[in-house]
């Protein structure tokens, strides 16, 4: 952790207690240390290894010692408790202009409103109104507030980064001067959220200042938001931020690794490097001297490459994807990393739908699609009869699916339509169709559309009942989720995946931009669990196949390989694994 990284720490340490309604001197102690750590000029690690904290006029011997641990090892403990005290949309609330730490604890404990989306609801329903400090004026503020923060401040969905990330790299690799550039930050990870873009170019000097004028006079972007020498930053129309760095080429593979973070990762090869003597940043290797305690530059290893960086850390190259703290580091230290899968190792793909429900492409086109793809072979899976919102097919229209799925089948050629079904899982846990009908599938895809409100323990005993029937073959979007804009049900996803471990089920990863789900930290799971993912596009037309590259992003962030996925198989194969489960 950096200095502003300690400092943020402390500020929202105090912050949390001003919420919990703690003694208000302990707060300001916080705010106290905070500030002053910012306008002395030492080095923090300095002060740190030589015990200087407790010595700085105004930090007390408690929060000396948090300084101590957040130095020495990235978290506090004390911290994390007290974080974890609380809702998450404790955070988000405290973003919206105007609300501080005393109206969101009166929200929290007086109106138990937890988060941004209850208290829009609570502001329009004009529940403020009367209440304690707030008033009317307020309550539009805080309206306002949200729209704003929901417009410019909130986190973006992978793909909508993705494409604008992409063009501007596009058009900055094309630019006279550029020697390398590269996608790094979350996007390079692959999470499923994007906070802002992250752009890296390594140039010869002269062009530089020419470049960052390229990149702020872009087409797409909205507003320039600030220059240095070697970093500006833009807002772009669709309101992310866009942060461009320009570096020395050989620095860039240092820029490269540290620009790509995680953060936690990145604290994790610090310390690796330390304990071999060198001193790693975005700029490149330096030997700490341990008798005068100054780095110097002599003898560095250098590095052309981010692998070149891991090798002389003794580490394995360690994938972007999997740079989370999550593991990684010690996989990487003891050969133990995956062979992470790839879009190309995909055969074909389960759970499209079609317009015999809600899908905008006829059978035919979508199998002519998947062929292109260069698939072997797609599962259809539409909507079951009570989903009659998205024309879900009654017992009839089963049949008639079914013999169009057999024509076509006898004339494809090289390519095979899998029969099967989305039915949707009743809320006792009963499925959508008689048994007689799912025996008609060849996979059955499981999955909750409707009575979201079940609590933890009736949604996960919904789910595992649903899991125990044997046509079910995958089970779909586990959590319900919609990234940025629908929290998923309660459930116990760790009971879940259990149940499809001993039930020899599938999970699906649904790699609808807006779903994700499984998510990526419960795929290590799994798989360690042995069940077997299906990387699924949940598909409503031609363009909608091509979403499965999201969910072999996720799969590749959660350590899968492509023995884990089943969808890396060949159709015989398939049709062994499917009837296996009956
Ligand atoms: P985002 O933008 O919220 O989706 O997530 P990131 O990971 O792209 O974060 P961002 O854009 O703030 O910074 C890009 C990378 O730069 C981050 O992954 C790690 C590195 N980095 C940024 N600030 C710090 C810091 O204060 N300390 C350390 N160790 N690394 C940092
Ligand atoms: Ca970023
Ligand atoms: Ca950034
Ligand atoms: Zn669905």
């Not at 630019?175 to 140039?203: C, H, M, N, P, Y």
């Not at 309660?490 to 699906?508: M, S």
């Given at each position: 952790m ?12 105090g912050?949390?207690l ?11 102690a916080?705010?106290?240390a ?19 904290i ?10 000396a010692s ?11 403990i ?8 609380f ?5 988000e ?6 609300i ?5 604890s009166?929200?929290?404990y007086n ?8 208290l ?11 209440a304690?400090?707030?008033?009317k ?6 309206l ?7 417009k ?29 550039a ?7 990870r ?5 906070g802002?873009?992250d ?5 010869q ?24 020498e ?25 820029a ?9 990762h ?10 071999i003597g060198l001193?790693?940043n ?7 001297d ?6 110097s530059?002599?003898?560095i ?13 003794g ?6 994807e999997?740079?989370e703290?999550f ?12 062979k992470?899968i790839?879009l190309n190792d ?48 009654d ?26 079904t ?9 499925l ?11 996979f059955?895809?499981a999955s909750?559309?409707?009575?979201f ?14 899991l125990?029937?044997?046509y079910?073959?995958i089970?779909?979007?586990l959590?319900g989720?919609l ?13 879940i ?7 020899g ?20 799971y799994a798989?360690?669990k042995g069940v077997?993912?299906s990387?699924n596009p ?14 072999v ?13 089943v969808?890396t198989?060949?159709?015989d194969?398939?049709?062994?694994l ?5």
């Amino acid at each position: 952790m950096n200095k502003s990284d300690i400092t943020n720490t402390l500020d929202e340490f105090g912050t949390l207690l001003e919420i919990k309604g703690e003694n208000p001197f302990k707060s300001r102690a916080f705010y106290n240390a905070s500030r002053i750590l910012a306008t002395i000029p030492d080095d923090i690690n300095r002060l740190v290894e030589e015990q200087e904290i407790q010595n700085i006029k105004g930090i007390g011997k408690s929060i000396a010692s948090i300084i101590e641990e957040l130095v020495s090892t990235g978290k506090s403990i004390e911290f994390e408790n007290l974080k974890n005290e609380f809702p998450t949309g404790v955070f988000e609330m405290l973003k919206i202009p105007g609300i501080g730490p005393k109206k969101v604890s009166f929200l929290l404990y007086n109106l138990k409103i937890q988060s941004v989306e209850e208290l829009e609801s609570a502001c329009k329903a004009g529940k403020l109104e009367n209440a304690a400090g707030f008033g009317k004026k307020t309550q539009e503020n805080i309206l306002h507030g949200i729209e704003f923060l929901k417009k410019h401040s909130s986190r973006f969905l992978y793909n909508v980064a993705e494409s604008s990330a992409a063009e501007i790299l596009d058009i900055l690799k094309k630019q006279k001067g550029v020697l390398r550039a590269e996608i790094a930050g979350s996007l390079r990870r692959r999470k499923e959220t994007i906070g802002d873009i992250d752009i890296l170019v390594s140039a010869q000097k002269k062009y530089i200042s020419q470049l960052m004028d390229v990149f702020t006079s872009y087409s797409s972007v909205e507003r320039f938001i600030g220059k240095g020498e070697t970093k500006s930053s833009v807002m772009l129309k669709n309101g992310i931020n866009c942060d461009l760095r320009i570096v020395h080429d050989n620095e860039f593979p240092f820029a490269l690794n540290y620009f790509t973070g995680s953060k936690e990762h990145n604290v994790r090869l610090r310390s690796i490097a330390k304990d071999i003597g060198l001193s790693l940043n975005e700029y490149g290797f330096t030997i700490i001297d341990s008798k005068s305690k100054k780095s110097s530059k002599k003898n560095i290893p250098t590095c052309k490459t981010e692998k070149d960086i891991y090798k002389t850390l003794g580490l394995n190259y360690i994938e972007p994807e999997l740079r989370e703290d999550f593991g990684e580091i010690e996989a990487s230290q003891h050969n133990k990393l995956p062979k992470l899968i790839t879009l190309n190792d995909l055969q074909g793909t389960f759970h499209c739908h079609t317009t015999y429900s809600d899908g905008k492409n006829t059978l035919s086109e979508m199998a002519l699609a998947a062929q292109n793809i260069g698939w072997k072979y797609l599962g259809i899976a539409d909507h079951s009869k009570v989903a009659v919102y998205a024309n879900g097919l009654d017992a009839k229209r089963v049949t008639q699916q079914l013999n169009e799925i057999d024509s076509l089948n006898a004339k494809l050629k090289n390519f095979y339509i899998f029969k099967g079904t989305e039915v949707d899982i009743l809320p006792n846990g009963e499925l959508d169709y008689s048994d007689k009908i799912l025996s008609s599938f060849e996979f059955v895809v499981a999955s909750v559309h409707s009575n979201f409100s079940l609590n933890e323990k009736e949604m996960t005993k919904r789910i595992i009942r649903a899991l125990k029937n044997k046509y079910v073959t995958i089970l779909g979007h586990l959590t319900g989720r919609l990234l940025l804009q629908r929290e998923e049900y309660q459930l116990n996803k760790i009971d879940i995946i259990n149940a499809a471990a001993d039930y020899g089920k599938i999970i699906e990863i649904n790699s609808h931009p807006m779903r994700l789900d499984l998510d990526w930290r419960l795929c290590k799971y799994a798989k360690e669990k042995g069940v077997k993912i299906s990387i699924n596009p949940d598909a409503h037309n031609i363009k909608g196949l091509n979403d499965v590259r999201y969910g072999v992003g996720i799969a590749r962030k959660g350590w899968l390989e492509k023995q884990d996925v089943v969808n890396t198989l060949s159709v015989d194969k398939i049709r062994k694994l499917f009837n296996k489960s009956r």
